[in-house]
């Protein structure tokens, strides 16, 4: 009789790196506001600075050495939201960046997770494709985010690049949730009717 192997039937088990880089990405998000409500910009901007790294290494890893999951499929795009609202939240309260940016940053996370939980509710699940707009918008908004932090922690002048990375911001913004939105309406409306 053959003795089974305990990591037979697929019960191995591996560590998965990228996934351990983005749940330290995400623990970094309370470090991050308390620095910001502290008036710690350096400190906040430093951990700023070590999640993206680790935004990026965990992507790198994740595609170089074959180590994508769904997991990490859902807690990338996450982590990277958590950190990034919770960012523009805190710099808005503590009056670094104007509010209605905040309001226009956070109500596009809102109406895309609320579409997306609508869709489930329908039994429509919609694809989580990251349009190039989005990706787009989410560098403009690392960027600014990151010099209005440079620029409180190391006493900088961020004149005129604060301006324009603002306004990449409020058009990509816009522009991605307008996309996203016409994308879930055409998806929705294959609903058969239950009348």
């Known amino acids: ?79 990277d939201k958590a950190l990034l609202v919770s960012i523009y939240v805190a710099l808005g309260i503590w009056g670094a960046v104007p509010r209605w940016i905040v309001i226009l940053v956070v109500s596009r996370d809102l109406m895309i997770v609320g579409a997306v939980i609508i869709s489930w509710l329908f039994g429509k699940p919609i694809p989580m494709k990251p349009l190039m707009v989005s990706k787009l918008n989410t560098v403009a908004q690392v960027a600014f985010a990151a010099l209005v932090l440079a620029a409180l922690g190391f006493g900088l002048s961020p004149e005129p690049f604060d301006v324009i990375l603002m306004a990449c911001v409020t058009v990509l913004t816009l522009l991605s949730v307008s996309l996203y939105l016409v994308e879930w309406v055409r998806h929705m409306s294959t609903i058969e009717s239950i009348y």
């Open 1 to 79: 009789m053959k003795a089974q192997s305990p990591n037979a039937g697929g019960l191995k088990r591996r560590v998965n790196i990228p996934n351990i880089i983005t749940l330290g990405r995400i623990l970094l998000v309370p470090v991050i506001v308390w620095a910001i409500a502290a008036n710690q910009m350096t400190i906040a901007f430093v951990v700023f600075l070590v999640a993206g790294v680790s935004d990026a290494v965990d992507g790198f890893l994740a595609k170089r050495f074959n180590m994508s999951s769904e997991l990490g499929a859902l807690l990338d795009p996450v982590a």
